[in-house]
């Protein structure tokens, strides 16, 4: 979540991040890389006496593929008494992940009753995301979060996973595929996107970039085909350096690379 925010704030996008840290280290380096990419951290609750969420991440030297090993945080989950009774008054738009499901319910819903639209980063299905998808317009699911909702078949059709997730109601339901690229369903149109071939020296960060480019696009007004085509530009050209976020390319760099490659 907070990678997908830099993202858009290093786009020009004014971004706000709500979540936990601890009283620690890891949690003073959290906030200050926030505040460093100009993401407001007011909604970023400190807990007492809690670690942070921490990840050592492994990188292939020579496909940039990554394993994450990820300790939780120890505070309690954010609650809906920390998050501000205004705090939808000027965005618009809200991405959630369910990580912290009673208070990403509380924000989906209020977002549902102020017509703000809501994207659903769907990694993987857990407590409350069934209900947080239905309370969302757009939703970006792993393959992980696909395959569980079309019935965790050997053989996986991500079409058919797309099309059983009509059920959420979204506007639009785009299943990445990694190197696959990434299938979407909007209305009664159903496409593929390809990935774009890079120099990958890191995936890490390379989903939460492209939730950045794919909002960011939306905020742009543009067609669905041309949303998938930025976000999964976006996402790639971050593959090129090492880091979740060294390699987040700026908007000029993102549309130079989409002109060189042409569909």
């Known amino acids: 979540m907070a990678t997908a925010l830099v993202s858009l704030s290093r786009l020009g996008v004014t971004c706000s991040f709500a979540g936990i840290v601890g009283d620690d280290e890891a949690g003073e380096k959290i906030r200050k890389s926030l505040e460093e990419d100009r993401v407001d951290v007011r909604g970023l609750v400190t807990r007492r006496q809690a670690a942070s969420q921490v990840a050592f991440i492994c990188v292939e030297q020579k496909s940039g593929r990554r394993t994450i090993y990820w300790k939780r945080p120890s505070g309690e989950p954010l609650k809906p008494d920390d ?20 208070a990403s319910l509380y924000a989906a819903e209020k977002a549902r009753i102020q017509n703000t639209p809501v994207m659903l980063d769907a990694g993987r299905v857990r407590e409350g995301m069934i209900e947080l998808a239905c309370l969302s317009d757009y939703i970006v699911a792993s393959e992980e979060f696909a395959r569980d909702i079309a019935g965790g078949d050997a053989e996986f059709d991500p079409e058919h996973a797309v099309r059983k997730m009509t059920s959420f109601n979204a506007r639009a339901v785009t299943v990445t595929l990694g190197s696959r690229g990434s299938i979407t369903r909007c209305g009664s149109e159903i496409f593929r996107t390809p990935a774009f071939s890079v120099d990958a020296v890191d995936t890490t960060g390379a989903g939460d ?51 060189e490659n042409k569909e």
């Open 209 to 259: 970039v492209f939730h950045g480019g794919y909002i960011y696009s939306l905020l742009m007004k543009w067609d669905m085909r041309r949303v998938l085509r930025f976000a999964s530009a976006f996402a790639a050209l971050k593959c090129r350096k090492v880091g979740g976020r060294a390699g987040i390319p700026s908007l000029q760099e993102t549309e130079r690379f989409l002109r």
């Open 83 to 102: 998050i501000p009774g205004d705090f939808l008054a000027g965005p618009d738009f809200l991405l959630l992940d369910g990580l912290m499901p009673e």
